[in-house]
C-alpha cells in the first residue's frame, strides 16, 4: 500500500484546511486508515482513524473539530480541521492496515504503511 498525503500549509487561528490522503495498492477493504501528527520535539500522537466498517474514532483534543471521511471511488481518506488552533501545528501523516481493531486503532504501532507527512502550520 502506497499513501500520498496532501493539503497541508500556513493558516491562521481559527481557520479551516482540508488534508488528504491517497492510497494506491493493495486492498484495505478490511483494514484501517488514520491520521497521526508530530510536532517537533514531541512523539507522534494519534488523531483520527476509519475502520473498514465505517467505526470513527478522535483524539480528545481534536473531538467536535475535525471529521475524517473517505471517498471509496478515489481511494482517498479526508481529514477536514476546522477551528484550528497553533498546538494542531505539526507534521500530520496518513497510516493504513489491512487488519483492524478497535482497541488498538489508536496505537502508530498498528499501523505498518505511512505517509510522508505533510506540514500544517497554524499561526497565532
Known sequence: ????????????????????????????SRGALGW?????????EFVAALSWNDGIYYADSVKGRFTISRDNAKNTVYLQMNSLKPEDTAVYYCAADLTFSFHTV????????????????VSS
Open 106 to 121: 489508536r496505537f502508530a504501532r498498528s499501523y505498518k504503511y505511512w505517509g510522508q507527512g505533510t506540514q500544517v502550520t
Open 36 to 44: 497521526f501528527r508530530q510536532a517537533p520535539g514531541k512523539e507522534r
Open 1 to 28: 500500500v502506497q499513501l500520498q498525503a496532501s493539503g497541508g500549509g500556513l493558516v491562521q487561528t481559527g481557520d479551516s484546511l482540508r488534508v488528504s490522503c491517497a492510497a494506491s495498492g493493495r486492498s484495505i
